[in-house]
């Protein structure tokens, strides 16, 4: 694929790719994966593409489901030892018995894009309407047994 300088595109189900599903909320959908293979003037072998997913995490404050758009763009260069120094914008990728797990390599880079922690932008949606509806009910109620009292006063 290297030689053919190979680009290849296409969908993978997420159900496929088990290290980033076992952090996510649903594992249904796809993940789009874009690679292209290609030898540069150094005679190095490059891996660069992208993969994007739309999934769900689950929020760290609320625990309820929430939507995460993941869009990851990489550029790889095989390597069969620790320690290389690459060029910006380069990342080593690991020949492991001079191969590659294409399915490993998309997980590590969805992992990579997915947040440590994941919470609803400033409020939790699920939180605020409870919020809402019981200082509401305070403020009505109370008039209503003022009211109450005084008629029962006169
Ligand atoms: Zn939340």
Redesign the pocket.
């Known amino acids: 694929m290297i030689a053919r300088e190979a680009v290849i595109s296409g969908q993978v189900s997420m159900a496929k790719l088990a290290r980033v599903v076992d952090l996510l909320a649903d594992s249904s959908g796809h993940a789009w994966v874009e690679l292209a293979f290609a030898k540069d003037d150094e005679q190095r072998w490059l891996i660069s593409g992208n993969v994007s997913a739309e999934c769900a995490v689950f ?6 489901a ?1 939507p995460l758009q993941i869009e990851q763009e990489f550029h790889l260069a095989l390597v069969s030892s620790d320690g290389v120094d690459l060029p910006e914008p380069l990342e080593p990728c690991l020949l492991r018995n001079d191969s590659i797990n294409l399915h490993a390599l998309v997980e590590d880079e969805m992992l990579l894009a997915l947040p440590m922690i994941s ?2 932008p400033e ?5 605020q309407p409870q919020a809402v509806e019981t200082t509401e009910n305070r403020d009505t109620r109370r008039p209503f047994a003022d009211l109450a009292d005084m008629l029962n006063r006169r």
């Open positions: 929020c760290q404050r609320c625990l309820k929430m919470m609803h409020h939790c949606n699920t939180h």
